[in-house]
C-alpha cells in the first residue's frame, strides 16, 4: 500500500538553529500539507501545497517557516530559526486530486528544540 | 469560539460495551466530515467519513446534524484494539484544509 514516509522520525536541535524536514507524498497525489501538533494539543494546520506554490497558510506558518517541493518528489518544510515553542511532531500529508478530502499522513517527524 | 469541541475524556469503557462520542463545529458552511482515529504518538488515520444521512462500517455509525452543527460517533461491541483517540475533523469542502478537534480518548479495559 501507498504510503507517505517522511524524515528524520525525531531531530533535536538548538534554538536558533535552521531544521529541515522532509516528506515524500503518495506519488499520484498533487495537494500537499503539513500539520503540527504540539505535545497534548489538537493537530494543526500549516501549509497547503499544489501546483508548485503554497495555496493556503495558518497564522502559524510565519517569515519562519517555508516549504518547497526541489525535484518533483520531496516536499519539505524549512524553519528558518527555530524557537523553543517549534518543539511538536509535524505531519506530512497528501491527497489525489479530485478526492473527498481524505488525506494520508505520514508518520511524523518529531522536533525537540533545546 | 472553538472551531471543532470534542468531550477530551478519558471514556473508559469495557469490552463489549457500545460508547458515543460527539462533537460540534462552529462554522455552518463546513461540507466535509470526518472521523480519524490517532494512537499514541502516530499519525491520524482516516476512520470513517460522515454523511448527511449517515453511515455505518461495521461495528462503527457516524451521524451528521447539520441543523444543530453536530457530529456523532457509535462504536458498538468495544475491542481493545478499539483504545485510542478519537478526531472529529470538519473542513469547508474536499479542498480547504481540515480542521480537527482536540479528541476524544476512548480505553478499553478487558
Known amino acids: 500500500e501507498p504510503e507517505v514516509t517522511q524524515t528524520p522520525s525525531h531531530q533535536v536541535t538548538q534554538m536558533g538553529q535552521e531544521v529541515i524536514l522532509r516528506c515524500v507524498p503518495i506519488?499520484?497525489?498533487?495537494?500537499f500539507y503539513w500539520y503540527r501538533q504540539i505535545l497534548g494539543q489538537k493537530v494543526e494546520f500549516l501549509v497547503s501545497?499544489?501546483?508548485?506554490?503554497?495555496?493556503?497558510k495558518s497564522e502559524i506558518f510565519d517569515d519562519q517557516f517555508s516549504v518547497e517541493r526541489p525535484d518533483g518528489s520531496n516536499f519539505t518544510l524549512k524553519i528558518r530559526s527555530t524557537k523553543l515553542e517549534d518543539s511538536a511532531m509535524y505531519f506530512c500529508?497528501?491527497?489525489?486530486?479530485?478526492?473527498?478530502?481524505?488525506?494520508?499522513f505520514g508518520e511524523g517527524s518529531r522536533l525537540t528544540v533545546l | 469560539r472553538k472551531e471543532v469541541e470534542q468531550d477530551p475524556g478519558p471514556f473508559n469503557v469495557p469490552e463489549g460495551a457500545t460508547v458515543a462520542f460527539n462533537c460540534t463545529y462552529s462554522?455552518?458552511?463546513?461540507?466535509?466530515f470526518f472521523w480519524y482515529r490517532q494512537d499514541c504518538r502516530k499519525e491520524p488515520k482516516l476512520l470513517m467519513s460522515?454523511?448527511?444521512s449517515g453511515n455505518e462500517d461495521g461495528r462503527f455509525t457516524a451521524q451528521l446534524n447539520r441543523a444543530s452543527q453536530y457530529i456523532s460517533l457509535l462504536i458498538r461491541d468495544s475491542k481493545l484494539s478499539d483504545s485510542a483517540t478519537y478526531l472529529c475533523v470538519v473542513s469547508l469542502s474536499g479542498n480547504t484544509p481540515l480542521v480537527f478537534g482536540k479528541g476524544t480518548r476512548l480505553s478499553v479495559i478487558a
Open positions: 501545497f499544489y501546483n508548485n506554490e503554497i495555496s493556503e
Open positions: 460522515v454523511y448527511s
Open positions: 500529508a497528501s491527497r489525489w486530486q479530485g478526492g473527498t478530502g481524505e488525506l494520508f
Open positions: 506519488s499520484n497525489h498533487l495537494y
Open positions: 462554522n455552518s458552511a463546513s461540507q466535509s
